[in-house]
């Protein structure tokens, strides 16, 4: 997928409560290890709706300061986004709704058609998840008919990305994101 620049035209979205975001969050960050990063609450950015990309995912910034990156994700039912790592940053996520899977993927150049699996896990709401080696290629699949929605925080800011698409290593983001009133944050 390429970067996107431009407003998508969505009648789909996907509410929810800015106590459950603030809830989760702070719940992320207590159990951040300790002392990498502080997100300042009174400057979050939060709606009451986020948008559903049909057969993707969104990635709605709340939060950015020069330390670190917060954003609500919602996942479209039955999709899986592309294998990716996180670049140069540290990723904590957790689920507040639905149910995803994980993928943990090891680029196996000699596989023609598929990357090597190494673990699988599903994600379970209020559990925290964290990924701070830059080698870990993973992917985020949601194979429900619900959508789910997490919250994913970036230290630093989450930049260098590098997706995996048949073996050809890319410095593509492979989301749509937004901050609020469906613009552009990227």
Known sequence: MKETTEKINTEAWY????????????????????GLVNVDMDKLELDARYPI???SYSRNRIYLDEYCEVVVAV?????????????????????????????SVTPCPEMRFSDKICSSRELIVNDFYYID??????????????????????????????????????RVHSASVFSLFNEPSI
């Open 15 to 34: 509410s929810v409560s800015e106590q459950d975001v603030r809830d989760a969050l702070t719940q992320l960050l207590n159990q951040y290890p300790q």
């Open 53 to 55: 990309v049909p057969g």
């Open 75 to 103: 996942w479209d039912k039955s999709m899986r986004c592309s294998a990716h790592n996180h670049g140069e940053s540290k990723c904590a996520f957790i689920l507040i709704s639905g149910s995803l899977s994980e993928q």
């Open 133 to 170: 080696n830059r080698s870990n290629f993973h992917f985020i699949e949601n194979q429900s008919d619900e959508v789910s929605v997490s919250i994913h925080l970036y230290n630093p800011p989450l930049s260098g990305v590098t997706v995996l698409e048949q073996f050809r290593e890319t």
